[in-house]
């Protein structure tokens, strides 16, 4: 059985474009073909001949009308269940919300490997703001730039390295 990495993290921190940049120019090809772009949720990928089941954990919807909050929690055991790595994604521009705190609370208390993933770094004189997230107690923060494909290969090479 493949590995399984899930990607975790509250809304608009990046985790769809992470996923697609992550699973592979092949397959994001077929996103461009019109009607057919929504979102995906599971797709494989293979980094360095190892090769992974990646999902999206906020394109997985609960019951219709649950709060935000309770949502990215539900989507948080879901991966904590699920996944052999969680990949979480936090906005290096906005820092530390509540939400991350409480995801970060919940990844902590589980025994599964996390990479937190500093997403939208590409501002260079703004590199510095994910210092941050040490704070979060998850270990590393690896800076990446989603959209613009930046040091995505450090990402996955930490993912692999806990397999
Ligand atoms: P999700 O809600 O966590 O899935 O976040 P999305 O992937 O939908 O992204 C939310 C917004 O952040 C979109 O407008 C993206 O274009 C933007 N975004 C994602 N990654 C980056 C990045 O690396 N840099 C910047 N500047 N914007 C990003
Ligand atoms: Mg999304």
Same mark, same amino acid.
């Given at each position: 059985m493949k590995p399984v990495v899930a990607i975790v993290g509250? *809304?608009? !921190?990046?985790k769809s474009t992470l996923f697609n940049r992550l699973a592979g120019a092949r397959k994001a090809i077929?996103?461009?073909? *019109?009607? !057919?772009t929504r979102d995906r949720l599971y797709d494989s990928s293979d980094w360095n001949g190892r090769e992974f089941i990646i999902i999206d954990t906020g394109g997985i919807r609960f019951?219709?009308?649950?709060i935000f909050a309770r949502e990215i929690k539900l989507q948080a055991e879901l991966a904590i269940e699920e996944a052999d790595v969680i990949v979480l994604v936090l906005d290096s521009r906005e820092g530390i919300t509540a939400e991350d705190e409480q995801v970060a609370n919940l990844l902590r208390k589980s025994n599964k490997p996390v990479v937190l993933a500093a997403n939208k770094v590409e501002e260079f004189k703004k590199?510095?703001?994910?210092?941050?997230?040490?704070?979060?107690?998850?270990g590393d923060p690896i800076p990446v730039s989603a959209m613009h494909g930046y040091n995505t290969n450090e990402l996955l090479d930490a993912v692999i390295s806990h397999f």
């Amino acid at each position: 059985m493949k590995p399984v990495v899930a990607i975790v993290g509250r *809304p608009n !921190v990046g985790k769809s474009t992470l996923f697609n940049r992550l699973a592979g120019a092949r397959k994001a090809i077929v996103e461009d073909i *019109p009607g !057919v772009t929504r979102d995906r949720l599971y797709d494989s990928s293979d980094w360095n001949g190892r090769e992974f089941i990646i999902i999206d954990t906020g394109g997985i919807r609960f019951n219709e009308g649950d709060i935000f909050a309770r949502e990215i929690k539900l989507q948080a055991e879901l991966a904590i269940e699920e996944a052999d790595v969680i990949v979480l994604v936090l906005d290096s521009r906005e820092g530390i919300t509540a939400e991350d705190e409480q995801v970060a609370n919940l990844l902590r208390k589980s025994n599964k490997p996390v990479v937190l993933a500093a997403n939208k770094v590409e501002e260079f004189k703004k590199q510095l703001d994910y210092y941050e997230f040490y704070k979060l107690g998850l270990g590393d923060p690896i800076p990446v730039s989603a959209m613009h494909g930046y040091n995505t290969n450090e990402l996955l090479d930490a993912v692999i390295s806990h397999f």
